[in-house]
């Protein structure tokens, strides 16, 4: 099993511009997440999935869309990169049926996002 | 949101020494607290996760305890080796969101 992947690894984009970044996972996990981390702040919910056709926000939501089409995708759509924006992503997966979210989630390698 | 704090933010630590940090967490529709070890440039990677009041678990060197009445828990390390340098974050479970604390940023000096 690879695990949780996710591309690209780095990223620099212009302020403005659109992007998508993805995450696959291949242990048939139902719960996927994206978090984004920033110094002094630690791991904060962007969005997150309990299954297929099924998405919802998270702490921090505004300028990202999400879907999830498929068990093993969810990518991450930035709609028009802000400077704010910058930060690494991290993309989660858990094995967690809906409702009882307390297995362990387990992580992408992250992808560094630059917005100049 | 819940506000999920560790403390404390940052510590050094000789090669050999015991340590441990909290997290604290509001004790109220609590589900699980989970402990996650993070080294720099790599994802962070699971330690422990648990449910009940009085819960104590160990991998090796590292325990935890959790106190869902006064919402903390508390991660040691017996005997600090230069490997354990490392962040350790805690997140509690809130609905089907897990939020996470800030971390401690463990430094082991050899």
Redesign the interface.
Known sequence: NAG?TQTPKFQVLKTGQSMTLQCAQDMNHE?M?W?RQDP??????IH?S?GAGIT?Q??VPNGYNVSRSTTEDFPLRLLSAAPSQTSVY?CASSPTK?????????????TRLTVL | ?LNVEQSPQSLHVQEGDSTNFTCSFPSSNF??L?WYRWETA?????LF?M?LNGDEKKKGRISATLNTKEGYSYLYIKGSQPEDSATY?C?R?Y?????????TRLSVLP
């Open positions: 949780v719960y997440s978090y002094g702040m630690g791991l904060r919910l997150y309990v919802d998270g702490e991290f809906t409702g009882l979210p307390w297995d362990t989630q387990y992580f992408g390698p992250g | 949101i589900y699980a989970h790599k994802s962070p990677e699971a996760v449910t974050l997140a479970n609905g089907q969101n897990f939020v996470f604390g800030p971390g």
